[in-house]
């Protein structure tokens, strides 16, 4: 099983940017479609955004034009770039296949506030 560590998360105001890194143990390449996925206290886990080996990418309608998702297989990690944050945006952001699920990694918090 490949293991995750996420990275990057922290306190911003509204409208701030953060930068979220997932390091995979193992191959990012065997695991195919790699998402970030979030979860609020009180919420299910939601799956925010999603890319293909290719490149090709897909994201909740809530962080639509806002995020965005990358990755780097050389490296075996994927990257989510965040900017306008809301307050809403404050959860644990963690990474993992979308399709082919390893075990999860601790997360890294996102908290959004003034």
């Known amino acids: 099983q490949v293991q995750f560590v996420e990275s990057g998360g922290g306190l911003v105001q509204p409208g701030g940017s953060l930068r979220l890194s997932c390091a995979a143990s193992?191959?990012?390449?065997?695991?195919?479609?790699m998402g970030w996925y979030r979860q609020a206290p009180g919420k299910q886990r939601e799956v925010v955004a999603g890319i293909t080996l290719g490149g090709n990418t897909n994201y909740a309608d809530s962080v639509k034009g806002r995020f965005t998702i990358s990755r780097d297989n050389s490296k075996n990690t994927v990257y989510l770039q965040m900017n306008s944050l809301k307050p809403e945006d404050t959860a644990v952001y963690y990474c993992n296949g979308l399709r082919r699920l390893e075990n999860w990694g601790q997360g890294t918090q996102v908290t959004v506030s003034s």
């Open positions: 193992g191959s990012i390449f065997s695991i195919g479609i």
